[in-house]
């Protein structure tokens, strides 16, 4: 999942210089369904695929900051009822660190 994930970051929020977000949506064999671009301040998602397998959610940083907003923690929280016991991988993305596997919980 790193490696899509660091794709995604790479044509998706190279050189955007705004908070948004992502969320990408992955079959069983790893192929994406579907991609999903959101403003991250205001959550405006309401659905995912029923047929996905797995997804990621990147959150993208343009300041640099390596910690989650309230916001992405109130997406996550939301993604992770509508997925269903799917999983969920967070991924927070800036320019300086790249794309890096958020592992917490505590959202």
């Known amino acids: 999942m790193q490696k899509l994930a660091e794709q995604l970051m790479e044509s998706l929020m190279k050189r955007v210089w705004s908070p948004f977000s992502a969320l990408v949506s992955v079959d069983q064999e790893g192929k994406i369904l579907d991609i ?54 967070v991924f927070i993305c800036t320019e300086d660190t790249g794309c890096v596997e958020f592992k917490g919980e505590e959202t």
């Open 36 to 89: 999903c671009q959101f403003d991250t301040m205001f959550g405006n998602i309401n659905s995912v695929p029923d047929e996905a397998a797995s997804f990621l959610l990147l959150t993208n940083h343009p300041e640099g900051y390596t910690a989650l907003y309230h916001e992405d923690c109130e997406n996550i929280k939301r993604i992770r009822t509508m997925a269903r016991g799917r999983e969920v991988h």
